[in-house]
């Protein structure tokens, strides 16, 4: 159960660090991306709580589920049945959803990131030629 808890809070912070790097490089969220401490301080707690509850909400939920609906129809985790992590077929609906669903939202993240970088390079171009022109 510890694998199943710390695998899913590895990807959410990641989410967590592609959701920061895009509110770095975006200039729409200034106020909420200033660098003076209280702010900061909070924006960390804020991480740490996202990161550690929501991988301890759905390891909760999950084994919660194996403890309640053990011999029903709906797939339980099974933990400690056949290995110390989930059983095989229950891994999509506990694991791999979960992950698929953190990893796309770091994706749509990255992808945020890496549109206001190339629309900075393009903004600072003209810049960039004038300055080598003048040399």
């Keep these: ?3 199943h808890y710390f695998l899913i ?3 959410t912070w990641l989410l967590i660090i592609n959701f920061e790097n895009w509110g ?3 200039f729409t969220l200034e106020d909420w991306w200033q660098k003076d401490g209280s702010l900061g301080q909070k924006r960390s707690i804020l991480y ?3 990161c550690w509850g929501l991988p301890l909400l759905v390891t909760g939920v999950s084994f919660g589920l ?3 609906c053990r011999n029903t129809l709906f797939p339980t ?3 400690g049945n056949v290995n110390c992590f989930v059983e095989q077929g229950a891994q999509g609906y506990y694991v791999h959803y979960i992950i698929a669903i953190l990893f796309g939202l770091s994706f749509i993240f990255g992808a945020l990131t890496l549109k ?3 629309a900075y390079r393009q903004d600072t171009s003209y810049m960039r030629v004038t300055k080598r022109q003048r040399l």
């Design 1 to 3: 159960m510890a694998a």
């Design 9 to 11: 809070a590895a990807y």
């Design 24 to 26: 770095t490089f975006s």
């Design 48 to 50: 740490s709580i996202v």
């Design 66 to 68: 194996d403890l309640t």
């Design 77 to 79: 985790p099974g933990y």
């Design 116 to 118: 206001v970088q190339i």
